[in-house]
Antibody, heavy 122, light 110 residues
Framework: EVQLLESGGGLVQPGGSLRLSCAASGFTFSSYAMTWVRQAPGKGLEWVSVITGSGGSTYYADSVKGRFTISRDDSRNTLYLQMNSLRAEDTAVYYC???????????????WGQGTLVTVSS | QTVVTQEPSFSVSPGGTVTLTCGLSSGSVSTSYYPSWYQQTPGQAPRTLIYSTNTRSSGVPDRFSGSILGSKAALTITGAQADDESDYYCVLYMYSGISVFGGGTKLTVL
């Protein structure tokens, strides 16, 4: 059974940093692209970033480029999102998600975690 | 800036059929965009319905189907049930490596 468990969310001041983690199990983690998606309170889903299988390539939404860094540790089956220079508009539930295609390239999410809440406020 | 478009809201009668669409502000959606569809109820994580245009995710009933209709991706729900009342999101994979979600469609079953 595929399981994705996010952690690391919490309250942080504007300009601060936070690192989210996503512990994965139930599949060959290194073979799949992994994605972070966020949802601000009362808003729709927003794609944030993706890392290809084995970490060869990373891509970011313009809204987080230069501030967020996605990475993975395939030996620990864990996905990360390092978030720096946080702003109030980064307040959201952050979801970790697994791609369905074993090519390692993003072709569509099939499994989602339950999410972790990040609140940026003074 | 590419915008992915969805109907803000839609309603369907119980037992009826509804087709939600997912388009581009400029251009046509094709299978090369690997359109996917997700269902979300308030307070819950999204659930994958369809990926790669028309492949149903594990456990998704065949009442849900995906396709390309004209210049848009489409999600069709047949035999609508009360618990289909949810928000539905599509996402398109762009050639640049990024993906973009649509704004979502709030589906009411009444």
């Amino acid at each position: 059974e595929v399981q994705l468990l996010e952690s690391g969310g919490g309250l942080v001041q504007p300009g601060g940093s936070l690192r989210l983690s996503c512990a994965a199990s139930g599949f060959t983690f290194s073979s799949y692209a992994m994605t972070w998606v966020r949802q601000a309170p009362g808003k729709g889903l927003e794609w944030v970033s993706v890392i290809t299988g084995s970490g060869g390539s990373t891509y970011y939404a313009d809204s987080v480029k230069g501030r967020f860094t996605i990475s993975r540790d395939d030996s620990r089956n864990t996905l990360y999102l390092q978030m720096n220079s946080l702003r109030a508009e980064d307040t959201a539930v952050y979801y970790c998600a697994k791609d369905h295609h074993s090519s390692g390239w993003p072709r569509g999410i099939d499994y989602w975690g339950q999410g972790t809440l990040v609140t940026v406020s003074s | 800036q590419t915008v992915v478009t969805q109907e803000p809201s839609f309603s369907v009668s119980p037992g009826g059929t509804v087709t939600l669409t997912c388009g581009l502000s400029s251009g046509s959606v094709s299978t090369s965009y690997y359109p996917s569809w997700y269902q979300q109820t308030p307070g819950q994580a999204p659930r994958t319905l369809i990926y790669s245009t028309n492949t149903r995710s594990s456990g998704v009933p065949d009442r849900f189907s995906g396709s390309i209709l004209g210049s848009k991706a489409a999600l069709t729900i047949t035999g609508a049930q009360a618990d289909d009342e949810s928000d539905y999101y599509c996402v398109l994979y762009m050639y640049s490596g990024i993906s973009v979600f649509g704004g979502g469609t709030k589906l009411t079953v009444l």
